[in-house]
Structures are given as C-alpha cells and as structure tokens.
C-alpha cells in the first residue's frame, strides 16, 4: 500500500481527527451559560420523553430546531446519561466527517496529497478546534451544509439530471439544525456556480427550486408538531430567531457587529495558518496593476470562463457564504464554519507554493511555530512543578484570581503530561532536523503541522482542562445538590433570556423560576445584584435566610451567587 494512497491517507485521516478530539471533549465541565443550555435540552427530551418540543430551564422552548439535541440525546442513551462528553460527540463527530468527506471530494477532483493537506488545515484551525470541542449546534450545521454542497457539485456534474435527494436530505438535516439558511446556502452557491458556467436561468431556477421545495418535507413536518405544542409563541421565537436575527431586530442581545469582524476573525480562525500567510505578505513581489476598468473586467470574465470548475466552486462556497454572513447585523465567528474546508484549500495550495518559491518564509514561520511551543512547554512545566507558587503567593503582588489559577496548574505529574512534553520535544527536534530538506519533499510541511497538533493535544489533555475546570461553577452546583438533594429549585435573574444554566444542568433540570410559581416555601438562586430586587418587591410576603454563597461569580450570569431560604409570611 502506497504511502500517499487514497486509502492509505484516508485511514490517517480519520486516526488524527479521533485521537486529536475524542479522547478530550470530556475533560472540561460547563463553563459557559451556552454548552449547557444545549445539553439540558437533551435532557428534558430523554426525561418527558417529548422529542418535539420540550420545557427546559423552568418552562423554555430552545431556541434552535432540534437535530442537535436529537444527536446528543442518542448518543446519551447509549451512554446511560447526559454527560459533557455526550453533549460534544455530536459536535466532534462532525468535524471528523467534515475532514473525511473534504479529503475524498478534493482526492477525486484535485490529488490525494493536496486534499490531504486541506482536510489537515480544516481540523487544525484554531475556529475548527474550538467548535469541534463544544456543544454547540454550528459544527452540527456546517456538516450538513458542506456535505449538501459535496452532493450539488456532484448533481452538476451530472448536468443536473434528476433530483439531488441526498443533498435534499442534508439540506432538510440543516434547516432542523438551524433553520432555513440550510436550504438557501447550498441552492445560493450551487445557482452562482452554474450561472458562471452558462446554465440556462430559468432550467437553474426550476430545478433548484423543486430541490428546495424537497428539502422542505422534513423541516416542515417538525415545524407543524411543534406548532401544535407551541402555538404562537414557538411562532413568535422562530420569526425572531430566524427573520429578526437577519434584520437585527433581536428582543435581546444578538451580536451585532461591523462587516469588518468576519475578516479578523476569519484570521484569527484559521490561527497559526494565517501567520504563515502574514508571513509570506513580507516576501511577495508587488506591482501596480496598469488597467483600465473595462480591461480589468473583460479580464476577469475571461478568468471566470477559464477557472477549473472544482476551483471556481470552491471559491463561491467561500465568498458566497461569507458574503451572506456579512448581510445581518448579528454576527458570530461561528457562522462561517461551512467556509472552512473550502478556505483551506486555497491555503494548502498556497502553502504548496511557498514551500516551492519561498523557503524562507517556511522557515521563519518553522521557527516563530518552534519558538512559541518551547514557550508554552517551558511555561508548562514551571507551573505544573509550582515552582513559583510560593513567591507569587508571598510577594502580595499578584491578584486571587491569578494565584487561584496557577494553583490549580500545581499538581503531580501524570502520564499523559510528560507524554506530551517528551513528543513536543520529539516533534520539535524532527522540524529542525527537517529544515534541511526543504527544498527535497513536503516533510518539514508536515513536520510543522505535526507540531501545531501536538500543541493542541498538550493543551487540550492538561492545560485547557485544568484552567476551564478551575474556572467552572459545577463544585458550586454540587453544594447545590448536596444542600437541595430533590424537589424543585426557585430561582430568579433580571437579565432577559438568562438563567442559571450551568446549576441547573448539574442539578438535573430542577431550576425554575420563582415569579411564575411563588410557592409557599423553597430555596432561591439569585445573584447579588439582583437579590434587592427580590427583597423589595417581596418584603411584605416572604422571609429569605442567606444559606449558601457562591466562592466566585457565576459562568452564566456573571455575578456572586447566593441561595435564601425562603417562607410565606402568614
């Protein structure tokens, strides 16, 4: 078997996608107010056994449809409970099949080696990482946009004969994801794509949108249940969620940002990659172009016309949906998931060429790569050995939190952490010898790219851990529960929208809101800030006793968190 076979690669492939993510998206606990928002929806599904439309978080609809939390509910059956690791499966696995069908569709099109190198860049940019590594609904959604889009370009090949039911299927997949936009970027790229090449208008008008129109089926049967459950308030929360999102007209805070922000962080997203990029702007030939408008145009045309057909739609995946994106007030770096792969292939090609024309660039970028793992490693040990710890803690200077944190780094040596050190050492040592054959084969390329996952593997099995662990409020909740073992508990946050997501998914969905049900007697969560608001418009009818506080402010809503214990006044 050849070493750059298909086969060969694909089964590569595969090994570094599971052993860079699987082993790790259990490690961390909730520490946002979002993964367990998404998580506790599962659970309400496995607990009510209502699989359309579930309360949550005391009497919430979720906000998105629901094929991620079906995914996460599935795979925590199988397991035996909703976990961390269950609720991010969903969410490694399809970064997995993204780099797996990513490398087969530019293997067929393009050659084994440069789709290899694509589906390496996709898994390792630093946007890719982190969703793959959360319990989010976006990565869930760019696999069935980008898997969609795989099936069209096939469709096209074809000269649009029939009707493209798989891609219908994964179409229907995203809009039950996120609504709509899995159905319009897909028909959008693929109507762009076949205008630029000729198609009849009105044929590509017709067949894109009884393709739609299948696509629809799905969607719209859960759409119509949860009608029936919902009625006019799941109404109100799709118009809002998909139409007023758009318009940013949002009832609450919905990311409004500047076109700008998708060009930072879209480099930011593809961090170390686009360093190299940055790199290579210092060691490029520039010269100003001499055309009129109409030359440039006609020019432009005419590369249109000659543009390889897998190179022109891979361009429109990329500018097309980006394009979309920029439209909407709300933004989010997450959005533009389903541009990765497609990004990335421009970059491998571009990384081919400099390894070719400009070395030089390869090895500043080898040796800033180099220098900042031996940085990392150098830090890591000092901190995993507290050998600052006392003068840190004595000297007065430092603030808790910072003390707090690098305390939590002193711990005894375990396998995996002089593993990864004694590899990064290895792999660091393989770049540098590497150096010299730089002209000869892509081994110093993969050398690089071999070391920036070895990097992401020591922070996602030892440091990302031990400072998102420290950070979370789950040892909070655990007092929680072992103060409150059962029954419900009362809660109550000022902002819009907020809850205690992350006290309520490790309480098994037992928090509720106290204005709705004002009981008798009972526990109440509440933050500091907005425990005077309780106080007051209730002094007349109950007595809180403080009971509980919370050693640091909360994930989700940003503040100390108390628990009284509460009574009617009779």
Not at 160 to 183: E, Q, R
Not at 429 to 443: G, H, T
């Amino acid at each position: 078997m050849k070493l750059d076979s298909k086969s060969t690669l694909g089964i590569l492939l595969i090994t570094i996608s599971i052993l860079t993510l699987i082993p790790f998206i259990g490690l961390t606990d909730f520490h946002t107010k979002g993964e367990p928002r998404e998580a506790i929806v599962a659970v309400s599904m496995l607990d009510s056994g209502n699989w359309i439309l579930p309360e949550n978080n005391g009497g919430d609809m979720a906000y998105k449809p629901p094929m991620f939390h079906w995914a996460i509910a599935v795979t925590s059956f199988l397991a035996g409970e909703v976990t961390e690791f269950t609720s991010r499966f969903p969410s490694a696995l399809s970064a997995i099949i993204i780099a797996l069908f990513t490398f087969l569709f530019y293997a067929k099109r393009t050659n084994n080696n440069l789709a290899f190198l694509t589906s390496l860049l996709f898994l390792s940019a630093f946007e890719i990482h982190r969703a793959a590594m959360a319990s989010r609904v976006d990565m869930v959604l760019a696999l069935f946009i980008i898997l969609a889009l795989f099936q069209l370009y096939q469709w096209t090949e074809k000269n649009l004969k029939g009707i493209p039911l798989i891609a219908t299927l994964f179409m229907g997949a995203a809009t039950l994801t996120k609504g709509p936009v899995g159905i319009i970027l897909p028909c959008a790229v693929t109507g762009a794509y076949l205008l630029l090449r000729n198609e009849n208008f009105w044929k590509l008008f017709y067949k894109l949108l009884i393709t739609a129109l299948i696509s629809c089926i799905l969607p719209a049967i859960w759409y119509y249940l949860a009608y029936q459950q919902g009625g006019s308030e799941f109404i109100n929360l799709v118009m809002e969620e998909n139409f007023g999102r758009f318009l940013g007209k949002m009832s609450y805070e919905s990311h409004e940002q500047p076109i700008i922000y998708y060009i930072y962080t879209t480099i930011a997203g593809f961090i170390p990659w686009s360093i190299l990029v940055l790199f290579s702007l210092f060691a490029l030939k520039y010269s100003s172009p001499n055309l009129s408008v109409k030359t440039w145009w006609n020019k432009l045309k005419s590369a249109v016309k000659n543009t390889d057909p897998i190179r022109l739609f891979t361009f429109l995946a990329f500018a097309v949906i980006f394009v979309f994106y920029c439209i909407p007030k709300s933004k989010r770096s997450v959005y533009l998931l389903p541009i990765y792969p497609f990004l990335a292939f421009f970059l491998a090609e571009y990384m081919l060429y400099l390894l070719k024309k400009h070395q030089k660039v390869w090895r500043a970028f080898g040796i800033f790569l180099s220098i900042l793992t031996g940085l990392v490693l150098i830090i890591f040990i000092v901190l995993k050995s507290g050998w600052v710890l006392p003068y840190l803690t004595n000297s007065g200077n430092f603030p808790e939190d910072i003390i707090y944190y690098i305390d939590a780094f002193h711990s005894s040596w375990d396998f995996v952490s002089v593993g990864c050190v004694i590899i990064l050492i290895i792999v660091l040592y393989q770049v540098y010898k590497n150096k010299r054959e730089l002209s000869l084969n892509n081994r110093y390329l993969y050398s690089v790219v071999a070391l920036f996952f070895w990097l992401q593997i020591l922070l996602d099995a030892t440091i990302l851990p031990t400072i998102l662990n420290a950070k979370s409020m789950r040892p909070f909740a655990q007092q929680v529960e072992e103060l409150i073992p059962e029954g419900k508990i009362y809660s109550y946050v000022g902002a819009p929208m907020m809850r205690f997501f992350i006290i309520n998914f490790y309480n098994d969905n037992r928090v509720v809101e106290f204005e709705k049900e004002q009981p008798e007697e009972g526990y109440l969560l509440v933050g500091e800030k907005d425990y005077p608001h309780i106080a007051g418009k209730y002094s007349d009818k109950y007595k809180f006793t403080d009971i509980l506080k919370s050693p640091r402010k909360g994930n989700d809503v940003k503040d100390i968190i108390h628990i009284y214990q509460f009574e009617k006044i009779k």
